[in-house]
Every structure is written in C-alpha cells, then in structure tokens.
C-alpha cells in the first residue's frame, strides 16, 4: 500500500511539474531551442544600414547575410558571438545586411570585432546564436 502511494505521489508532482506556469494570468510559451550557427566574422565601416538606422563604428553592430536578412525580420535583434580560437563572448545588434556573406557568416562593426580579435586578423571563425526577442546586454 505505501508503494502504491508513493508512486501516486511522484506521479502528481511530475504531471504538475510539466504543467506550464502562468505569469500574470497567461501562460508562458515553450522556449525555443537555441541553434548555434558557425561561419566567419569579418568587419565593415557601419553608416546607414539595411534596417534603416545610422550606426557608427562604435557600436555593438552585426550584419547578417542576405540569406538570413530577407525582409528584415532579425533587426535589432541580439546576437552573442564567440571566437572558436580564443573563446573571447561579445553581444552585437543586427543592424545591416551583409550581400557578401556566406549564409551563417556575420560582418561586425570594428569595436565589436576587436572584442573577439585584431582587426589586423580580418576574419574570424565564430559560432553566434540570437538572444530571446527583448533581451539586452
């Protein structure tokens, strides 16, 4: 009998535990898995950029390959990107296509390059994935 009541219990918290929780009278969506690209990153001058905004070079800026950009859909989302070689982690907003790019490359503004390496290196091997819509560093 004990058993059989134990394993009612641990059934109860279980089905409970995958129960979605709401968060001011709605329910929270699913997180979607991350999907962690890797392809080069090379840098640009920023100006006027695809998104319609002025940016310069000292901003946290990404431009995504024309593959990805489509219509638009990613600006002013976040991307973190690592340098495969170092390990060096910095954040930069997509602001810009890249026609150039292969299809998971990124071309970064010069001081978000110089957080992952040497602007005198010119490319880089990097792995990036975008951060949940409305994060921010």
Same mark, same amino acid.
């Given at each position: 009998?004990?058993? %059989?009541?134990?394993?009612? +219990? %641990?059934? +109860?918290?279980?089905? $409970?535990? &995958?129960?979605?929780? &709401?968060? !001011?009278?709605?329910?929270?969506?699913?997180?979607?898995?991350?999907?962690?690209?890797?392809?080069?990153?090379?840098? +640009?001058?920023?100006? #006027?950029? &695809? =998104?319609?905004?002025? !940016?310069?070079?000292?901003?946290? *800026? *990404?431009?995504?390959?024309?593959?990805?950009?489509?219509?638009?859909?990613? =600006?002013?989302?976040?991307?973190? %990107?690592? !340098?495969?070689? !170092?390990?060096?982690?910095?954040?930069?907003?997509?602001?810009?296509? =890249?026609?150039? $790019?292969?299809?998971?490359?990124?071309?970064?503004?010069?001081?978000?390059?110089?957080? #992952?390496?040497?602007?005198?290196?010119?490319?880089?091997?990097?792995?990036?994935?975008?951060? &949940?819509?409305?994060?921010?560093?």
């Amino acid at each position: 009998m004990f058993s %059989l009541l134990a394993v009612l +219990f %641990l059934t +109860f918290f279980a089905l $409970c535990g &995958a129960t979605p929780v &709401a968060v !001011n009278g709605t329910a929270v969506a699913t997180l979607e898995k991350r999907i962690t690209h890797t392809g080069r990153g090379t840098w +640009f001058d920023v100006g #006027l950029g &695809a =998104c319609g905004y002025h !940016n310069v070079n000292s901003d946290p *800026i *990404i431009a995504i390959s024309s593959d990805i950009y489509g219509s638009g859909g990613n =600006c002013n989302q976040w991307i973190t %990107l690592t !340098n495969t070689a !170092n390990g060096k982690v910095a954040s930069g907003k997509v602001r810009d296509e =890249c026609p150039g $790019c292969g299809q998971y490359d990124l071309d970064l503004s010069p001081s978000l390059f110089q957080k #992952l390496g040497n602007l005198d290196t010119g490319v880089l091997h990097i792995s990036w994935h975008y951060e &949940a819509k409305g994060w921010s560093p």
